[in-house]
């Protein structure tokens, strides 16, 4: 009996001495977390009425929020009677560790901060990085994601992003769509290219400047070999990559000029 007397005294001692404070942990954690979340919602709101680029957004807002976060759970600690000295002392440390063992990840922090800095690309971009071509999706953090045009979803570390090679495909606002189309040797050079040409500037989605362009780019073994260049919108480049291709073989057989192909030839032997 004097050992549960014993006991529920401790206990309400306990209670007079930490309660207070446990409860005005818990009050700071919720008050704080509700302010947060306001100011990143008015955070958002100055950006979206500034026109911060969409990338330099979603980056900001998470840095903030983070920050914020962790400012508020050393507050709190601070409260419930830990010494926030020793605490930030105890977090260097840990940092440390943790930074030697994530140096990658580090890198790749670094790597979205001169993403978001320099502006290689945007979001909405057709850009080419690490042997991926694709759609910019998002710029988080530590990677980038992007959408295929098989539609996969493509997520490259920021790391690798910030120190390869990139190209751009929408920065200039047009792309050129390569391809070749041969005829034979025997067929007149300057009505293939008439009739090549018509292809281009009938297709609607071909851009006028600059004016497409039908050329002799080699003189192959058994054809002659035009390079067919028209030029288009990033976002219109497979259609018109594919309406060129098969607009050029319908074309070319209806003004009766031959597209050679490798012949195999039969050999019968008499019995």
């Known amino acids: 009996m004097e050992d549960a007397q014993v006991w529920l005294n401790k206990g309400i001692d306990f209670i007079v001495e930490f309660g207070p404070k446990?409860?005005?942990?818990?009050?700071?954690?919720?008050?704080?977390?509700?302010?947060?979340?306001k100011l990143v919602g008015v955070l958002r709101k100055v950006m979206l009425k500034k026109d911060y680029d969409e990338a330099l957004q979603k980056f900001l807002l998470n840095l903030v929020t983070w920050a914020l976060k962790v400012f508020l759970i050393i507050t709190v600690i601070g409260i419930l009677g830990v010494p926030t000295a020793s605490f930030a002392a105890v977090i260097a440390a840990?940092?440390?560790a943790i930074g030697l063992a994530l140096q990658g990840s580090l890198a790749n922090f670094a790597g979205g901060v001169l993403l978001i800095i320099f502006k290689p690309f945007k979001i909405g971009d057709l850009v080419e990085a690490q042997g991926v071509t694709?759609?910019?999706?998002e710029i988080e953090?530590?990677?980038?994601?992007l959408t295929t045009p098989d539609n996969k979803l493509a997520?490259?570390?920021n790391g690798a992003m910030g120190n390869g090679n990139i190209v751009n495909y929408t920065a200039e606002g047009?792309?050129?769509?390569?391809?070749?189309?041969?005829?034979?040797?025997?067929e007149d050079i300057k009505k293939a290219k008439d009739v090549l040409l018509e292809v281009l500037t009938s297709n609607p989605k071909v851009l006028k400047d600059p004016a497409p362009s039908v050329n002799v780019a080699n003189l192959?073994?058994?054809s002659v070999d035009l390079a067919v260049r028209p030029f288009c919108k990033p976002e219109d480049y497979w259609d018109v990559f594919f309406a060129t291709v098969e607009g050029s073989k319908l074309a070319l057989d209806n003004a009766n000029i031959e597209i050679p192909y490798p012949h195999s030839v039969e050999i019968h032997k008499e019995a």
Do not use: Q
């Open 22 to 37: 446990i409860l005005g942990a818990i009050l700071l954690y919720i008050i704080g977390s509700f302010i947060i979340k």
């Open 94 to 96: 840990a940092g440390l």
């Open 134 to 137: 694709g759609v910019v999706k």
């Open 141 to 145: 953090i530590f990677t980038t994601k």
């Open 155 to 157: 997520i490259i570390p």
């Open 174 to 186: 047009k792309i050129r769509v390569d391809t070749m189309v041969g005829i034979g040797y025997g």
């Open 220 to 222: 192959g073994d058994s």
